[in-house]
């Protein structure tokens, strides 16, 4: 029993509130556990920290929720559509309040965050939710029962009795996709928060509570230190599947918690680009590219994994890459104006400051890298003769333009590191986008788009190539043999004596 | 200390006119011992103004940066050079040249994969004699003498390590009767350096344990393992340097000297650690490991400020920056650097911070820390 005083729950919470409870446990749980009080950007935020004894009743309570509690997927689409409908509305208090937090928290810009927030909820109404399903899975009805088979038989999409998600980072609403990825194949579902944005994920789960308290007795958000190897082992051997975002040596810790025969679906980081071939490159359109390919850097400051880092730009167009490389520098000032970069902590300047520093030295060394613009610019563009060797950027606004004779040259050097590319940006006519999209599935690359839609996935893509839902659930056959068996046991049979 | 010593080192040395009468000044300056701002500048500006006209890689960093005579006028305006672009450059002004002309060359120990910076020394009349004067004062505090252990490869065994360099100095102009090294090809002799405790336990004498800072975690580790610890007489100090460095596992401070008190039985006043640089020629100090962080500084012929890293300016009193240091034994690189360590001003110097953690944007984008290290699993 804890006597932290909690605050105003998340639901209830007002902009004004400095105090608020967040995180979220069935009812009946909440009075029973550790609660710890976490400060973000001055708000006080309550999050049930449950020991790890705690965490296996929990756990044990979402699995037997799941399996008593089925709601259909229709109606467990309809309640999640209504949640979103909810934080979606403008003249939400919550909403409202939600958007004050996150600025603050985050250092995000304000407006940027409410767009962004706003296309990223869109993904999750009904008919987008259903168009998830049918993408996975082919037949929705597959996750309510049991389903005839073209071939004989029936099969089932049988979800995991205790999906355990494991969130990171804070880019806002990042955990929603796989927390509504849980919910529609019917999981109990146990989340972890990520210590920097907690808030996102836990109004999502207490408004679903209020929408429909049975489908939210299936589900425990709750947090705890990242590394507690106590609680991280007690959550992660109950799990059937284990769902986890975060950098590398998290990820190998949590692996390293789960035992053997429970699935592990690990979403590391990854390092997403732009591609600009010189079809693009004319004195029209390259103002566009460049206006897309800023819009992209500015969203989340680049802290997506499908945000660009860099850009290759081919030869041979009426604008050369270096011209490129200067509209993006001017857009990116414009939109620096219109959207002003977060504040930097001393140790990002810092990586800024040395990443800005190799490029000078390199440059000073005779390499052919040439760094566009001040050292008190809230960007930085630095532009490289290539084909070189693949380097990411600093992030916060820091892009590096290579200059490739053709967008071909630019493969050689993404071979080495297939595993860690996800989505790249296009600016190609049709065949050269056909073809070169061919050659970057072999590199490893996972998503190809528009660039400006880099940072905006559609509902049901394919998150660093795999299945969204079909990752999830187990499929479960009854064969024609079972059907005939069964025939010939049934009261009504007749023995062909 | 025979400063004179140092002085005739420097008439002996291969180094043009204009570098010998520079580090002659830089020689006389530390041996004045004034804290004045004026005669402080007035030497940075010289040394600004000689880097800038021998030093070609220098010159070019300059007229990046937009600096020049006219708009240097302190030796705060001097522009500070990131460590990734000395690690880059060659900066010398004096031309290299090699050992067989007393020249000598110190390098960073850089992680794979890395390019490695090396710092050339034309001459080390001027960094052995800030080297004597820092660790006599800051070290020594009075003795003239200690017998040492010294954790840590010989000079001849790292010809490159200005570590190594150090501590040989260390040991010749300080060392008492027993000093020896416990570092060889086969690693840490462990039993070596116990019977070095051992005696000086006996003896009741004080003795001097020193070395980097990791190779004391390998020693209190085997230590630990044979449930051992000394109690080491009164007066007896340690000198920990470099931090861990992927060497050994990482420690908090606070946790290492309580471990240090525990294993050697020396107060925590008497566990000093050094701050220095491959890429300067002098080192800083506390006073001592009581309270963390610990405030360091440095001897007269240095300065630090605590910058923007982006912006380079100094940072309001009290709020954390990265740390720049002026340093005026360095005549042939470049006088000033721009560190990657985070600190913060206090009273009588600076204090280390470590990494600043919790309050960073965190995606899941591909950090360059992340990128480096997958590329060297």
Partial sequence: MSSVPRGVPLEQASAHDTHIEAGYVPSGFAGELAWQVRELGGLQVALPAPTPAQLQALAQHVRSQADTARLSLAQTIAQIDQVVHRLLDAHNPQRQALNHWLARSTGLDAELLRLGLNRYLQCFRAPQLQRFVVEDLGNPALLDGFEPRAKGGLSLAQGPGLLMHVWAGNVPGLPLWSLVAGLLVKAGNLAKLPSAEPLVASLFARLLAQASPQLAQALAVVWWPGGDVAREEAALTQADVVLAYGGPSSLHALRALTPLTTRFLAFGHKLSFGMVDAAALDQRRVHEVARAAALDVVRFEQQGCYSPQLFYVASGGACSPLDFAHHLQQQLRALSVQYPRRALYVAERQALAQWRAAQEGAALAGAPVQILGDVQDPFCVVYAQGPEPLQPSALNRTVRVVAVPTLGDALATLQPHRHLLQTVGVAAAPQALWRLSQALARCGVTRICAIGSMTLPEAGWHHDGRFNLADLVQMVDIELSAEHAADSLAPYHINPA | ?377
């Avoid at chain 2, 020896?180 to 350096?193: E, H, I, K, R, T």
């Fill in chain 2, 1 to 377: 200390m025979h400063l004179s010593r140092f002085a005739h080192d420097l008439s002996r040395a291969t180094v043009g006119p204009a570098t010998r009468a520079l580090m002659g000044r830089v020689l006389d300056f530390m041996a004045t011992g004034t804290e004045d701002e004026a005669a402080f500048d007035a030497l940075a500006l010289a040394l600004f103004a000689h880097q800038l006209a021998h030093n070609a890689a220098f010159q070019r960093f300059c007229q990046q940066r937009g600096k020049s005579l006219r708009t240097v006028r302190s030796w705060r305006d001097v522009p500070a050079v990131p460590i990734n672009v000395f690690k880059a450059l060659s900066l010398h002004s004096e031309p290299p040249l090699g050992p067989e002309a007393g020249h000598r060359v110190f390098m960073t120990s850089g992680t794979t994969g890395a390019v490695r910076g090396s710092h050339h020394h034309p001459s080390l009349a001027v960094y052995d004699a800030s080297m004597v004067q820092g660790f006599e004062r800051f070290f020594m505090q009075g003795r003239e003498r200690l017998p040492m252990a010294i954790l840590f490869p010989t000079e001849q065994a790292l010809p490159h390590s200005s570590l190594a360099h150090y501590l040989a100095l260390a040991l010749r102009e300080f060392g008492g009767a027993g000093s020896a090294y416990f570092v060889n090809a086969q690693g840490l002799d462990v039993s070596g350096v116990c019977a070095f405790l051992q005696h000086a336990q006996a003896q009741g004498e004080p003795v001097a344990v020193l070395g980097a800072s990791y190779s004391f975690v390998h020693l209190m580790d085997a230590l630990a393992a044979q449930g051992r610890s000394f109690a080491l007489p009164p007066g007896s100090r340690l000198l920990d340097t470099g931090g861990f460095k992927g060497q050994s596992r990482e420690r908090e401070p606070q946790a290492f000297y309580d471990d240090l008190r525990a294993t050697f039985g020396i107060a925590l006043r008497d566990c000093i650690n050094m701050y220095g640089m491959t890429e300067l020629s002098t080192q800083m100090y506390d006073a001592g490991n009581t309270t963390q962080p610990a405030c360091k500084r440095g001897p007269h012929w240095l300065r630090t400020r605590v910058v923007d890293p982006l912006s380079g300016a100094d940072m309001p009193a009290g709020e954390p920056g990265v740390l720049v240091h002026c340093d005026l034994a360095n005549v042939n690189a470049a006088c000033t650097i721009l560190t990657e360590d985070l600190g913060v001003q206090v009273p009588g110097g600076f204090a280390l911070l470590g990494r600043v953690q919790g309050s960073q944007a965190k995606g899941c984008s591909l950090a360059l820390d992340d990128f480096l290290q997958a590329a060297r699993a």
